[in-house]
C-alpha cells in the first residue's frame, strides 16, 4: 500500500512538473555563440550562464547555445550579428573586437594587472562598466558589454631555442603574432622579431622555424600539442591577462522587463566567476604535462619582471598615441588598478594580522 501510494505521487508530481513545463513556455530565447568548442572556458561559461538564467527565471528565459561557427565565424561577422539582434550573446577576445572597439586592446597592454586577484577586481568593477558606456557610445546603442571574464588564463613567452629569463634573451627571437600592431609593438619593444602566422599554421611554422616562438597560454600550447613541434621553452611572464568580452544585443537587453534584466545581470556574474575559475584548474595538469615531456618551465623573479615591464613600457605611450581613444581607456584601467591594488593589500593586511 506505501509503495502504491508513493508511486501515485511521484507520478503526479511528474505530471505536474511536465504541466508547468508546458504552461510555462519560454517567453525569451536568446541565442548565444562562442568560436570555441565544448572543452573550452567560454562554453564552461555559457554553461553556468544558461542553467541560471533558465531557473531564475522560472522558464520565462530560454538560452540555446551554438559553439563553433553556426552562427557567424569572426568578430567581425559576430558583432554585425549582435548589432542587428540576429545574435543575442557573443563572446570575444580583444583582439577579435578591435575592428570596431579599438580601445579593448587595453587588456593587452602588458604587465598592468599583477595576478588574478588584482585581475578579478578590475574586470568585476567600474573599469567594465567604463568600456561598456564606450561601446554603446561607438555602436549607436546596438552593442552592451555585459562583463569580462577569462578565456585561457594569462599570456606567456614561449619558445623552441632558450631559456628566457630576462628581456634580452628574447632578442632576434621570432615571435608569432597576430596581424595587429600593438602585439607586434610589444615584440619589438622586447627586442625581437614579429612573425604574423595565422593560428592554424603555428604547429608546422614551429617545425620549420619559420617563427621560433610565441606569446599563449598554457592550455593553448598544450591543447595545440606545440611541444611536439619543438616548443620546450616556458616563461611565466604573464604579460597579459587572456581577457573575454561578453557582448550582447542592447536591444534584446532592454527589452525585457526589469525583473528579467536582473536575472540576465545575475547570469553574467556567474558567467564570469566560471571563467575565473575554469582556467585555474585546466592550467595545473597542462603545466605537469608540459614539464613531464621534458619542456623547461622558468618563473622570473621580481627583479626580472621588473626589468620586462620596464622594457615593455614603450608600448603604452605607443598605445595612447595611436589608438582611438586609447589614453582614456588606459588611465581608466590605471586607475582600477592601483584601487584594486589599494584594496586587496588592506584586505590581505586584515586577515594576516
Known amino acids: 500500500m506505501i509503495r502504491k501510494l508513493a508511486t501515485t505521487a511521484i507520478l503526479a508530481s511528474a505530471l505536474s ?15 548565444a555563440t562562442a568560436n570555441s568548442n565544448e ?21 520565462a528565459i530560454e538560452v540555446e547555445l551554438f559553439i563553433g561557427t553556426q552562427l557567424c565565424s569572426n568578430g567581425a561577422e559576430c558583432l554585425q550579428g549582435v548589432a542587428d ?16 572597439f579599438p580601445y579593448v586592446q587595453v587588456l593587452d597592454l602588458p604587465y598592468l594587472m599583477a595576478d588574478d586577484r588584482v585581475a578579478e577586481h578590475v574586470l568585476s568593477g567600474d573599469f567594465t562598466r567604463a568600456v561598456r558606456g564606450m561601446a554603446l557610445e561607438d555602436s549607436d546603442d546596438s ?29 632576434g627571437l621570432k615571435i608569432r603574432t597576430v596581424v595587429a600592431d600593438l602585439p607586434q609593438e610589444l615584440v619589438k619593444a622586447l627586442g625581437a622579431a614579429p612573425t604574423p602566422i595565422p593560428w592554424p599554421e603555428l604547429f608546422t611554422s614551429f617545425q620549420t622555424g619559420v617563427v621560433e616562438g610565441s606569446k599563449n597560454g598554457i592550455t593553448d600550447i598544450m591543447g595545440m600539442k606545440f611541444p611536439d613541434a619543438g616548443l620546450k621553452y616556458l616563461t611565466l611572464d604573464g604579460h597579459a591577462y587572456m581577457g573575454a568580452l561578453w557582448w550582447m544585443s542592447n536591444q534584446s537587453f532592454t527589452g525585457m522587463s526589469e525583473d528579467q534584466r536582473r536575472v540576465i545581470v545575475d547570469g553574467f556574474y556567474a558567467l564570469q566567476q566560471a571563467t575565473f575559475a575554469s582556467p585555474k584548474r585546466k592550467s595545473i595538469q597542462a603545466y605537469q604535462d608540459f614539464v613531464a615531456g621534458g619542456g623547461d618551465l622558468y618563473v622570473p623573479t621580481p627583479a ?4 620586462f615591464k620596464e622594457a615593455a613600457a614603450p608600448v603604452y605611450d605607443w598605445f595612447k598615441e595611436n589608438v582611438t581613444r586609447g589614453g582614456e581607456i588606459f588611465d581608466a584601467l590605471t586607475s582600477a588598478v592601483a584601487a584594486a591594488e589599494a584594496d586587496i593589500n588592506a584586505a590581505r593586511d586584515a586577515d594576516v594580522n
Open 143 to 171: 552593442i552592451r558589454l555585459m562583463t569580462i571574464g577569462n578565456t585561457g588564463g594569462w599570456r606567456n613567452f614561449a619558445n623552441t631555442k632558450r631559456r628566457v629569463a630576462e628581456p634580452g634573451d628574447l632578442e
Open 85 to 100: 539582434g540576429s545574435i543575442d550573446i557573443y563572446i570575444s577576445t580583444s583582439g577579435g573586437a578591435a575592428g570596431l
Open 17 to 31: 512538473i511536465g504541466i508547468v513545463g508546458a504552461a510555462q513556455a519560454a517567453d525569451i530565447t536568446l541565442r
Open 304 to 307: 626580472q619582471k621588473a626589468a
Open 39 to 59: 572543452n573550452d572556458e567560454d562554453y564552461d561559461g555559457l554553461v553556468v550562464f544558461k542553467n541560471y538564467v533558465e531557473s531564475a527565471s522560472n522558464g
